[in-house]
């Protein structure tokens, strides 16, 4: 759904990483296209997702049991490691619940520039969507040494289940095998690996950290996080929430909404991409491909209006009304990833009449459908104002 590097990851570190994540927009909400088939349990996710453990050595208390779940409201991240004194200022913020701190980095993952993490498997287990926290399975495959990549860089990527893949830097990396699919609700961070992976890569440590304050308002909480980082440290809103207002309401002038010259705009420049094919992570013909928020992006830079990159985030660039209020030129939205119930991985242009023109899914091209209505969550009627907030 979009390369990570447009919205996070400036500074460079090691040899064997990119960049670190220091993000100055949202940071959650794992992503990406997901295709439109039926939506699994997370029963069947678990069996489906996991592959076979690799590392028989491991104790059976090497993972601890999946305690209390953690809604992260805000991510923090730094180009070095946090200073312990400051981790544990913000642990003591009002409001804050829970702390965790993680390593993370943007590094080279099968040959994808994607946001990595390395975690302590039995903790970070416990901020993560039901689906992932509540696999055993797949925690003790991190903590042998596996790799978690989202389920759409998997799907969607084309990354299969229990391969090796090579994961680290442009110059060096490792192989480690792909354990499990499992999104991990961070927008920009398609894979996973234990601490002791992460130091083996050269990753920093402990230079970010998820900060759970549920009953907090996330912008002041961000205020007072910021007078406690240091000074190249981000901190940025986890999950915002999606403005679902009543149709009525909407604002039809100002800027507000998109005039009838962009809306025509924005469906010719996606008519222009028809017959490429979907590729992950795809945003020009660069690429030689678009995937669905790529195709976006790309349709609606061509009207001025400029789009965040991924489709959980372009969902908040304008007001979510119901589908059939949608018209031409909004963008509809669906929430199709098993591993992350909810988040919206997929999103098309709508042309009216029952049709829309969208990039698939993999082995697909980009082309005009007719509307299907499972697992879909309304449409985005855009804000050209909010959508560049929204981009940073």
């Known amino acids: 759904?979009?390369?990570?590097?447009?919205?996070?990851?400036?500074?460079?570190?090691?040899?064997?990483?990119?960049?670190?994540?220091?993000?100055?927009?949202?940071?959650?909400?794992?992503?990406?296209?997901?295709?439109?088939?039926?939506?699994?349990?997370?029963?069947?996710?678990?069996?489906?997702?996991?592959?076979?453990?690799?590392?028989?050595?491991?104790?059976?208390?090497a993972i601890a049991p999946l305690g209390k779940r953690r809604s992260p409201q805000v991510m923090v991240a730094a180009p070095a490691s946090l200073p312990p004194e400051v981790i544990e200022k913000v642990r003591r913020v009002k409001g804050v619940q829970g702390v965790e701190v993680v390593d993370a980095v943007q590094a080279m993952v099968a040959g994808k520039r994607v946001g990595l993490l390395g975690v302590d498997p039995s903790t970070f287990r416990n901020y993560t969507p039901k689906p992932t926290a509540q696999s055993d399975a797949l925690w003790r495959n991190i903590a042998g040494g596996d790799v978690a990549i989202s389920f759409t860089m998997g799907n969607d990527g084309g990354v299969q289940l229990g391969t090796q893949i090579p994961v680290g830097g442009k110059q060096k990396q490792s192989t480690l095998r792909v354990g499990a699919y499992a999104t991990m609700g961070i927008a920009d961070v398609d894979a996973v690996i234990s601490h002791a992976s992460a130091r083996s890569?050269?990753?920093?440590?402990?230079?970010?950290?998820?900060?759970s304050a549920p009953k907090a308002k996330a912008t002041k909480l961000i205020k007072e996080l910021r007078k406690?980082?240091?000074?190249?440290?981000?901190?940025?809103?986890?999950s915002p929430k999606i403005d679902y207002?009543?149709?009525?309401?909407?604002?039809?002038a100002n800027g507000q909404v998109m005039t009838a010259q962009q809306v025509q705009t924005v469906i010719r420049a996606a008519h222009t991409r028809l017959g490429w094919p979907y590729v992950w992570g795809g945003e020009s013909e660069a690429e030689g491909g678009y995937d669905c928020s790529g195709l976006m992006q790309y349709a609606f830079a061509r009207a001025g209006i400029r789009l965040p990159r991924v489709a959980a985030d372009q969902a908040r660039a304008g007001w979510v009304i119901p589908y059939s209020k949608a018209q031409p030129g909004d963008m509809l939205i669906w929430a199709n990833d098993p591993t992350a119930p909810g988040y919206i991985s997929h999103i098309a242009l709508y042309l009216g009449d029952g049709k829309m023109l969208a990039a698939p899914r993999r082995g697909t091209v980009v082309q005009i459908q007719n509307v299907y209505t499972r697992n879909m969550r309304g449409a985005v009627r855009v804000n050209p104002r909010q959508a560049a907030r929204v981009a940073g």
């Open 228 to 238: 406690l980082l240091p000074k190249q440290a981000r901190a940025v809103e986890v």
């Open 201 to 211: 890569l050269g990753m920093p440590s402990a230079n970010a950290m998820l900060v």
């Open 1 to 61: 759904m979009r390369r990570p590097d447009r919205r996070v990851l400036p500074t460079i570190i090691g040899v064997s990483v990119l960049t670190t994540l220091a993000a100055n927009t949202a940071v959650l909400v794992a992503h990406r296209q997901g295709g439109d088939g039926p939506q699994a349990t997370p029963q069947t996710a678990h069996q489906r997702f996991v592959a076979a453990s690799s590392n028989g050595q491991l104790s059976p208390t």
């Open 245 to 252: 207002p009543q149709a009525r309401k909407l604002p039809d």
